[in-house]
Protein backbone atom coordinates (compact mmCIF):
# COMPACT_ATOMS: atom_id res chain seq x y z
CA UNK A 1 0.00 0.00 0.00
CA UNK A 2 1.14 3.04 -0.84
CA UNK A 3 -0.21 6.80 0.10
CA UNK A 4 -1.67 7.43 -3.36
CA UNK A 5 -4.36 4.20 -2.36
CA UNK A 6 -5.91 7.22 0.03
CA UNK A 7 -7.06 9.74 -2.97
CA UNK A 8 -5.52 12.79 -1.09
CA UNK A 9 -5.82 16.29 -2.20
CA UNK A 10 -3.12 18.46 -4.01
CA UNK A 11 -1.89 20.11 -0.52
CA UNK A 12 -1.99 16.61 1.21
CA UNK A 13 0.30 15.04 -1.58
CA UNK A 14 2.37 17.39 -1.99
CA UNK A 15 2.98 17.53 2.16
CA UNK A 16 3.85 13.87 1.98
CA UNK A 17 6.42 14.81 -0.77
CA UNK A 18 8.02 17.32 1.05
CA UNK A 19 8.42 14.96 3.87
CA UNK A 20 9.54 12.23 1.92
CA UNK A 21 7.08 9.75 3.17
CA UNK A 22 7.52 6.88 1.28
CA UNK A 23 4.65 4.18 2.36
CA UNK A 24 2.35 4.32 5.38
CA UNK A 25 3.39 3.21 8.67
CA UNK A 26 1.21 0.21 10.34
CA UNK A 27 -0.79 2.85 12.62
CA UNK A 28 -1.05 5.28 9.14
CA UNK A 29 -2.59 2.67 7.11
CA UNK A 30 -5.07 1.19 9.44
CA UNK A 31 -6.20 4.75 11.50
CA UNK A 32 -6.25 7.30 7.42
CA UNK A 33 -9.25 5.14 6.23
CA UNK A 34 -11.14 5.19 9.68
CA UNK A 35 -11.02 8.67 9.87
CA UNK A 36 -11.91 9.16 6.59
CA UNK A 37 -15.48 6.97 7.17
CA UNK A 38 -16.05 9.15 10.23
CA UNK A 39 -15.31 6.08 12.34
CA UNK A 40 -14.63 7.34 16.55
CA UNK A 41 -10.92 5.64 16.79
CA UNK A 42 -8.76 4.32 19.90
CA UNK A 43 -5.23 4.43 18.82
CA UNK A 44 -2.69 2.54 20.89
CA UNK A 45 0.57 3.14 19.93
CA UNK A 46 4.30 3.87 21.34
CA UNK A 47 5.61 7.12 20.17
CA UNK A 48 7.76 7.05 16.51
CA UNK A 49 4.88 5.03 15.03
CA UNK A 50 3.53 8.04 12.80
CA UNK A 51 0.30 8.99 14.64
CA UNK A 52 0.61 12.40 13.73
CA UNK A 53 0.30 12.28 10.42
CA UNK A 54 -2.35 9.62 10.88
CA UNK A 55 -4.66 11.85 12.01
CA UNK A 56 -3.10 14.80 10.56
CA UNK A 57 -3.59 13.86 6.91
CA UNK A 58 -7.14 12.68 6.92
CA UNK A 59 -8.28 15.58 8.85
CA UNK A 60 -6.24 18.17 6.22
CA UNK A 61 -7.79 16.44 3.28
CA UNK A 62 -11.41 16.91 4.49
CA UNK A 63 -11.12 20.49 5.30
CA UNK A 64 -13.81 22.77 3.69
CA UNK A 65 -12.20 26.00 3.26
CA UNK A 66 -14.98 27.55 1.94
CA UNK A 67 -16.56 26.80 5.17
CA UNK A 68 -14.66 29.94 7.64
CA UNK A 69 -15.58 28.20 10.90
CA UNK A 70 -13.55 25.42 13.12
CA UNK A 71 -13.69 22.09 11.77
CA UNK A 72 -11.29 19.97 13.98
CA UNK A 73 -9.90 20.68 17.79
CA UNK A 74 -6.48 18.79 18.50
CA UNK A 75 -5.65 18.65 21.93
CA UNK A 76 -2.09 17.87 24.03
CA UNK A 77 -1.01 18.15 27.28
CA UNK A 78 1.86 20.44 27.01
CA UNK A 79 2.89 23.30 25.30
CA UNK A 80 6.00 21.68 23.40
CA UNK A 81 3.84 19.04 21.80
CA UNK A 82 1.37 21.61 20.82
CA UNK A 83 3.93 23.74 18.94
CA UNK A 84 5.02 20.31 17.38
CA UNK A 85 1.75 19.42 15.87
CA UNK A 86 1.48 22.90 14.94
CA UNK A 87 4.59 23.16 12.86
CA UNK A 88 3.57 19.62 10.65
CA UNK A 89 0.18 21.50 10.45
CA UNK A 90 1.32 24.93 9.13
CA UNK A 91 3.28 22.75 5.91
CA UNK A 92 -0.32 21.88 5.01
CA UNK A 93 -0.88 25.69 4.40
CA UNK A 94 2.09 26.50 2.06
CA UNK A 95 0.48 24.49 -0.32
CA UNK A 96 -3.33 25.99 0.10
CA UNK A 97 -3.06 29.26 1.89
CA UNK A 98 -6.70 28.95 2.26
CA UNK A 99 -5.75 26.95 5.49
CA UNK A 100 -6.26 28.47 8.69
CA UNK A 101 -4.83 26.78 11.56
CA UNK A 102 -4.33 28.49 15.28
CA UNK A 103 -1.83 27.97 17.90
CA UNK A 104 -3.41 28.21 21.40
CA UNK A 105 -0.95 27.44 24.36
CA UNK A 106 -0.63 28.95 28.14
CA UNK A 107 2.45 31.12 27.71
CA UNK A 108 1.28 32.89 24.71
CA UNK A 109 -0.33 36.79 24.90
CA UNK A 110 -4.10 35.88 25.60
CA UNK A 111 -5.14 39.08 24.14
CA UNK A 112 -3.28 38.70 21.05
CA UNK A 113 -4.44 35.39 20.56
CA UNK A 114 -8.27 36.68 21.05
CA UNK A 115 -7.19 38.73 18.21
CA UNK A 116 -6.04 36.41 15.92
CA UNK A 117 -9.78 34.72 16.46
CA UNK A 118 -11.14 37.64 14.96
CA UNK A 119 -11.65 35.34 12.10
CA UNK A 120 -12.04 31.86 13.04
CA UNK A 121 -9.28 28.61 12.18
CA UNK A 122 -10.25 25.55 10.67
CA UNK A 123 -7.62 24.15 12.91
CA UNK A 124 -7.48 24.32 16.14
CA UNK A 125 -4.74 23.10 17.80
CA UNK A 126 -3.36 23.66 21.60
CA UNK A 127 -3.31 22.80 25.19
CA UNK A 128 -7.05 21.45 27.03
CA UNK A 129 -6.74 24.80 29.75
CA UNK A 130 -6.13 27.79 27.11
CA UNK A 131 -8.77 26.17 24.45
CA UNK A 132 -11.24 25.88 27.81
CA UNK A 133 -10.58 29.61 28.32
CA UNK A 134 -10.56 30.86 25.16
CA UNK A 135 -13.62 28.84 24.12
CA UNK A 136 -16.37 28.59 26.85
CA UNK A 137 -14.44 31.90 29.02
CA UNK A 138 -13.66 34.63 26.61
CA UNK A 139 -16.16 33.39 23.84
CA UNK A 140 -13.34 33.99 21.29
CA UNK A 141 -13.11 30.67 19.83
CA UNK A 142 -16.34 29.11 18.71
CA UNK A 143 -15.61 25.07 19.09
CA UNK A 144 -19.30 24.21 18.69
CA UNK A 145 -19.08 23.87 14.76
CA UNK A 146 -15.93 21.77 14.73
CA UNK A 147 -16.69 18.17 14.06
CA UNK A 148 -13.63 16.27 14.77
CA UNK A 149 -11.94 16.18 18.20
CA UNK A 150 -8.51 14.75 18.68
CA UNK A 151 -6.99 14.11 22.05
CA UNK A 152 -3.80 13.24 21.76
CA UNK A 153 -1.01 11.73 24.82
CA UNK A 154 -4.11 11.28 26.34
CA UNK A 155 -3.07 8.80 29.12
CA UNK A 156 -0.26 11.73 29.95
CA UNK A 157 -3.46 14.39 29.26
CA UNK A 158 -5.30 12.39 32.49
CA UNK A 159 -1.65 12.23 34.23
CA UNK A 160 -1.33 16.06 34.27
CA UNK A 161 -4.97 16.86 35.67
CA UNK A 162 -6.19 18.06 32.13
CA UNK A 163 -8.88 15.39 31.89
CA UNK A 164 -11.45 17.78 33.29
CA UNK A 165 -10.83 21.05 30.90
CA UNK A 166 -11.31 18.27 28.26
CA UNK A 167 -14.35 17.38 29.46
CA UNK A 168 -15.57 20.70 29.58
CA UNK A 169 -14.70 21.22 26.15
CA UNK A 170 -16.16 17.73 24.55
CA UNK A 171 -19.41 18.82 26.53
CA UNK A 172 -19.77 22.05 24.21
CA UNK A 173 -19.54 19.88 21.19
CA UNK A 174 -21.68 18.80 18.64
CA UNK A 175 -24.07 15.63 19.81
CA UNK A 176 -22.34 13.95 16.53
CA UNK A 177 -18.77 14.72 17.40
CA UNK A 178 -15.94 12.74 15.35
CA UNK A 179 -13.33 11.94 18.46
CA UNK A 180 -9.80 10.36 18.23
CA UNK A 181 -7.99 9.55 21.26
CA UNK A 182 -3.82 8.13 21.07
CA UNK A 183 -1.97 7.16 23.70
CA UNK A 184 0.65 4.91 24.08
CA UNK A 185 -1.56 3.58 27.06
CA UNK A 186 -5.34 3.65 27.75
CA UNK A 187 -5.40 3.55 31.74
CA UNK A 188 -8.34 2.04 33.83
CA UNK A 189 -9.28 5.68 34.88
CA UNK A 190 -9.68 7.11 31.33
CA UNK A 191 -12.22 4.57 29.99
CA UNK A 192 -15.47 6.39 32.08
CA UNK A 193 -14.47 9.47 29.51
CA UNK A 194 -14.22 7.47 26.60
CA UNK A 195 -17.65 5.73 27.16
CA UNK A 196 -19.20 8.92 28.01
CA UNK A 197 -17.94 10.43 24.29
CA UNK A 198 -17.44 7.68 21.88
CA UNK A 199 -19.60 5.73 19.67
CA UNK A 200 -18.46 2.18 19.27
CA UNK A 201 -14.85 3.69 18.94
CA UNK A 202 -12.48 1.45 16.79
CA UNK A 203 -9.38 0.44 18.67
CA UNK A 204 -6.30 0.18 16.43
CA UNK A 205 -3.38 -1.02 18.53
CA UNK A 206 -0.02 -0.73 17.19
CA UNK A 207 1.57 -4.08 18.73
CA UNK A 208 5.49 -2.63 18.28
CA UNK A 209 6.82 -2.28 21.63
CA UNK A 210 10.51 -2.13 19.40
CA UNK A 211 9.59 0.21 16.36
CA UNK A 212 11.47 3.05 18.25
CA UNK A 213 14.31 0.56 19.58
CA UNK A 214 15.23 -1.32 16.08
CA UNK A 215 18.70 0.44 15.60
CA UNK A 216 19.56 1.13 19.03
CA UNK A 217 21.96 -0.73 21.28
CA UNK A 218 20.52 -0.76 24.92
CA UNK A 219 23.31 -1.41 27.91
CA UNK A 220 22.98 -1.71 31.22
CA UNK A 221 25.70 -0.49 33.43
CA UNK A 222 25.94 -1.79 36.59
CA UNK A 223 26.51 1.04 39.52
CA UNK A 224 27.32 -1.46 41.77
CA UNK A 225 25.88 0.94 44.35
CA UNK A 226 28.30 3.68 43.52
CA UNK A 227 27.29 7.74 42.79
CA UNK A 228 25.49 7.68 39.38
CA UNK A 229 26.87 11.90 39.08
CA UNK A 230 30.17 10.22 39.53
CA UNK A 231 29.96 8.06 36.99
CA UNK A 232 27.81 9.78 34.21
CA UNK A 233 31.04 12.44 34.65
CA UNK A 234 33.47 9.36 33.97
CA UNK A 235 31.26 8.28 30.81
CA UNK A 236 30.82 11.89 29.33
CA UNK A 237 34.93 11.94 28.82
CA UNK A 238 34.48 8.77 26.34
CA UNK A 239 30.97 9.16 24.66
CA UNK A 240 31.42 12.21 22.64
CA UNK A 241 27.68 12.16 21.12
CA UNK A 242 26.35 13.90 18.55
CA UNK A 243 23.37 14.71 21.30
CA UNK A 244 22.36 13.32 24.40
CA UNK A 245 19.53 13.30 26.50
CA UNK A 246 20.17 12.60 30.13
CA UNK A 247 16.98 10.79 31.86
CA UNK A 248 16.15 11.88 35.69
CA UNK A 249 12.17 10.54 37.05
CA UNK A 250 12.52 13.76 39.12
CA UNK A 251 12.23 17.37 37.49
CA UNK A 252 14.53 18.64 41.03
CA UNK A 253 16.63 15.82 39.91
CA UNK A 254 17.08 17.75 36.41
CA UNK A 255 17.73 20.67 37.41
CA UNK A 256 20.39 19.80 39.88
CA UNK A 257 22.23 17.49 37.74
CA UNK A 258 22.13 20.21 34.47
CA UNK A 259 23.58 22.68 37.15
CA UNK A 260 26.27 20.53 38.22
CA UNK A 261 27.02 19.74 34.41
CA UNK A 262 27.28 23.42 33.52
CA UNK A 263 29.48 23.93 36.75
CA UNK A 264 32.31 21.15 34.79
CA UNK A 265 31.81 23.53 31.88
CA UNK A 266 29.47 21.76 29.94
CA UNK A 267 26.91 23.78 27.94
CA UNK A 268 23.81 21.67 28.71
CA UNK A 269 19.81 21.92 28.30
CA UNK A 270 17.42 20.95 30.15
CA UNK A 271 13.83 20.38 30.02
CA UNK A 272 11.22 19.47 32.68
CA UNK A 273 7.73 21.03 34.18
CA UNK A 274 9.30 23.92 36.63
CA UNK A 275 10.83 25.94 33.54
CA UNK A 276 8.56 29.35 33.15
CA UNK A 277 6.58 29.19 29.74
CA UNK A 278 9.05 31.63 27.93
CA UNK A 279 12.08 29.77 28.97
CA UNK A 280 10.57 26.11 27.85
CA UNK A 281 10.05 28.18 24.28
CA UNK A 282 13.52 29.46 24.34
CA UNK A 283 14.82 26.26 25.29
CA UNK A 284 13.03 23.86 22.96
CA UNK A 285 14.45 26.82 20.37
CA UNK A 286 17.88 26.05 21.28
CA UNK A 287 17.89 22.66 21.52
CA UNK A 288 16.75 22.64 17.86
CA UNK A 289 19.28 24.61 16.49
CA UNK A 290 21.66 21.80 18.00
CA UNK A 291 23.46 24.53 20.40
CA UNK A 292 23.34 21.66 23.14
CA UNK A 293 25.24 18.26 23.00
CA UNK A 294 23.55 17.20 26.39
CA UNK A 295 20.17 17.41 27.25
CA UNK A 296 19.05 16.72 30.89
CA UNK A 297 15.06 15.72 30.74
CA UNK A 298 12.60 14.26 32.87
CA UNK A 299 10.07 11.81 30.99
CA UNK A 300 7.89 15.13 29.31
CA UNK A 301 10.50 14.92 26.66
CA UNK A 302 10.19 11.29 26.02
CA UNK A 303 6.64 11.77 24.86
CA UNK A 304 6.33 12.72 21.18
CA UNK A 305 8.90 15.43 21.16
CA UNK A 306 11.23 15.20 18.42
CA UNK A 307 14.26 16.03 18.87
CA UNK A 308 16.75 15.87 15.59
CA UNK A 309 20.15 14.14 16.23
CA UNK A 310 19.82 12.31 19.08
CA UNK A 311 22.51 9.48 19.09
CA UNK A 312 22.83 8.49 22.85
CA UNK A 313 20.37 8.43 25.62
CA UNK A 314 21.70 7.91 29.76
CA UNK A 315 19.09 6.70 32.19
CA UNK A 316 20.62 7.94 35.48
CA UNK A 317 17.73 5.95 37.16
CA UNK A 318 15.55 3.54 35.42
CA UNK A 319 12.07 4.74 34.78
CA UNK A 320 9.07 3.95 36.95
CA UNK A 321 6.73 3.02 34.29
CA UNK A 322 8.38 -0.07 32.02
CA UNK A 323 6.39 1.47 29.09
CA UNK A 324 8.37 4.84 29.59
CA UNK A 325 11.43 3.00 28.79
CA UNK A 326 10.35 2.34 25.53
CA UNK A 327 10.03 6.20 24.91
CA UNK A 328 12.84 6.88 26.42
CA UNK A 329 15.23 5.03 24.30
CA UNK A 330 13.48 5.75 21.29
CA UNK A 331 14.35 9.26 20.99
CA UNK A 332 17.69 7.96 19.67
CA UNK A 333 18.21 5.46 16.69
CA UNK A 334 15.73 7.16 14.67
CA UNK A 335 15.50 6.64 10.90
CA UNK A 336 18.33 4.81 9.55
CA UNK A 337 20.68 6.12 11.96
CA UNK A 338 21.67 4.14 15.06
CA UNK A 339 21.64 4.67 18.63
CA UNK A 340 22.64 4.07 21.66
CA UNK A 341 20.99 3.82 25.07
CA UNK A 342 22.68 3.01 28.24
CA UNK A 343 20.91 2.58 31.65
CA UNK A 344 22.53 2.97 35.29
CA UNK A 345 21.02 0.10 37.57
CA UNK A 346 21.77 -1.83 40.57
CA UNK A 347 20.07 -4.45 42.49
CA UNK A 348 17.12 -3.04 43.51
CA UNK A 349 16.21 -2.51 39.82
CA UNK A 350 16.10 -6.39 38.95
CA UNK A 351 12.22 -6.31 39.17
CA UNK A 352 11.78 -3.52 35.94
CA UNK A 353 14.91 -4.67 34.36
CA UNK A 354 13.07 -8.34 33.86
CA UNK A 355 9.77 -6.45 32.37
CA UNK A 356 11.71 -5.19 29.97
CA UNK A 357 13.22 -8.14 28.69
CA UNK A 358 10.30 -10.03 29.04
CA UNK A 359 8.84 -7.21 26.77
CA UNK A 360 11.41 -8.38 23.86
CA UNK A 361 14.64 -5.68 24.92
CA UNK A 362 17.74 -7.31 24.54
CA UNK A 363 20.41 -5.58 26.72
CA UNK A 364 24.05 -5.84 26.97
CA UNK A 365 25.44 -5.89 30.54
CA UNK A 366 28.48 -4.00 31.33
CA UNK A 367 30.36 -1.74 34.05
CA UNK A 368 32.57 0.70 32.80
CA UNK A 369 36.20 0.25 34.55
CA UNK A 370 39.68 2.40 33.70
CA UNK A 371 37.56 4.38 31.20
CA UNK A 372 36.44 1.69 29.01
CA UNK A 373 33.08 -0.16 28.47
CA UNK A 374 33.92 -3.83 29.73
CA UNK A 375 31.41 -6.77 29.37
CA UNK A 376 29.90 -8.66 32.18
CA UNK A 377 27.83 -11.68 32.40
CA UNK A 378 26.82 -11.16 36.38
CA UNK A 379 22.88 -10.83 35.27
CA UNK A 380 23.03 -13.97 33.26
CA UNK A 381 24.87 -15.94 35.94
CA UNK A 382 22.50 -14.49 39.11
CA UNK A 383 19.26 -15.92 37.02
CA UNK A 384 21.09 -19.20 36.99
CA UNK A 385 21.62 -18.98 40.60
CA UNK A 386 19.02 -21.91 42.56
CA UNK A 387 16.03 -20.32 44.08
CA UNK A 388 14.33 -20.60 46.95
CA UNK A 389 12.92 -24.05 47.32
CA UNK A 390 9.52 -24.81 48.73
CA UNK A 391 9.24 -28.52 51.10
CA UNK A 392 7.73 -30.23 48.35
CA UNK A 393 10.25 -29.08 45.88
CA UNK A 394 13.12 -30.12 48.32
CA UNK A 395 10.91 -33.98 48.45
CA UNK A 396 10.17 -33.95 45.26
CA UNK A 397 13.85 -33.44 44.34
CA UNK A 398 14.82 -36.16 46.49
CA UNK A 399 12.61 -38.40 44.64
CA UNK A 400 13.87 -37.38 41.47
CA UNK A 401 17.50 -37.55 42.00
CA UNK A 402 19.07 -40.49 40.30
CA UNK A 403 20.46 -43.16 43.53
CA UNK A 404 23.62 -44.93 42.80
CA UNK A 405 22.10 -48.47 42.33
CA UNK A 406 19.24 -48.41 39.92
CA UNK A 407 17.11 -51.35 40.14
CA UNK A 408 14.37 -52.40 37.12
CA UNK A 409 11.54 -49.95 37.02
CA UNK A 410 12.83 -47.55 39.02
CA UNK A 411 11.40 -44.08 36.72
CA UNK A 412 7.66 -46.00 37.23
CA UNK A 413 8.15 -46.17 40.62
CA UNK A 414 9.96 -43.06 41.25
CA UNK A 415 7.12 -41.58 39.18
CA UNK A 416 4.37 -42.91 40.55
CA UNK A 417 5.88 -41.66 44.17
CA UNK A 418 6.56 -38.22 42.67
CA UNK A 419 2.76 -38.04 41.70
CA UNK A 420 1.64 -39.40 45.17
CA UNK A 421 3.67 -36.41 47.18
CA UNK A 422 2.24 -34.02 44.96
CA UNK A 423 -1.64 -35.52 45.01
CA UNK A 424 -0.87 -35.19 49.15
CA UNK A 425 0.17 -31.97 49.13
CA UNK A 426 -2.96 -31.10 47.01
CA UNK A 427 -5.09 -32.56 49.66
CA UNK A 428 -3.46 -31.16 52.18
CA UNK A 429 -3.71 -27.42 50.79
CA UNK A 430 -7.71 -28.02 50.06
CA UNK A 431 -7.74 -29.19 53.65
CA UNK A 432 -5.89 -26.25 54.94
CA UNK A 433 -8.24 -23.80 52.64
CA UNK A 434 -11.29 -25.20 53.95
CA UNK A 435 -10.60 -24.89 57.55
CA UNK A 436 -9.45 -21.22 56.86
CA UNK A 437 -12.77 -20.40 55.19
CA UNK A 438 -14.07 -21.87 58.20
CA UNK A 439 -12.75 -19.39 60.44
CA UNK A 440 -13.70 -16.83 58.64
CA UNK A 441 -17.22 -17.26 58.00
CA UNK A 442 -17.28 -18.29 61.86
CA UNK A 443 -16.04 -15.00 62.47
CA UNK A 444 -17.81 -12.93 59.98
CA UNK A 445 -20.69 -14.79 61.66
CA UNK A 446 -20.28 -13.62 65.16
CA UNK A 447 -19.20 -9.95 63.99
CA UNK A 448 -22.59 -9.61 62.26
CA UNK A 449 -24.11 -11.43 65.32
CA UNK A 450 -22.69 -9.02 67.54
CA UNK A 451 -23.87 -5.86 65.18
CA UNK A 452 -27.43 -7.17 65.14
CA UNK A 453 -27.44 -7.30 69.00
CA UNK A 454 -25.74 -3.70 69.19
CA UNK A 455 -28.46 -2.79 66.75
Known amino acids: ?12 NQVIKELNFQEPTKIQAKVIPLVKKGRDIIGVSQTGTGKTHAFLLPIMDMIDVENESVQAVITTP ?9 DHARLFSKYDNRIRVSLVTGGLDK ?5 KLAIQPHVVIGTPGRIRDLSLNEQALSITTAKTLVIDE ?7 GYLEDIDAVAGKMRSDLHMMVFSATIPQNLRPFLKKYMDSPVIVEIDDHLTTSANVQHILLNTKHKDRFGLLEEIMKVLDPYMCIIFCNRRESV ?6 LREDGHKVGEIHGDLEPRERKQMMRRIKNMEYQYIVATDIAARGIDIDGVSHVVNLELPEESDFYIHRSGR ?10 ISMYDSTDEENLAILERKGIEFKNQIFKNGHFVETGLREKRKNRPKHQTELEKKVQAIVKKPQKVKPGYKKKRKYKVEQLVRKEKRNTIKQDIRRQRKERYKQAQRDKKAAEEE
Open 332 to 341: CGRGKYKGTC
Open 1 to 12: MDFKYFNFNDAC
Open 111 to 115: QKAVS
Open 154 to 160: ADMTMEF
Open 255 to 260: SAVAKA
Open 78 to 86: TRELAQQIY
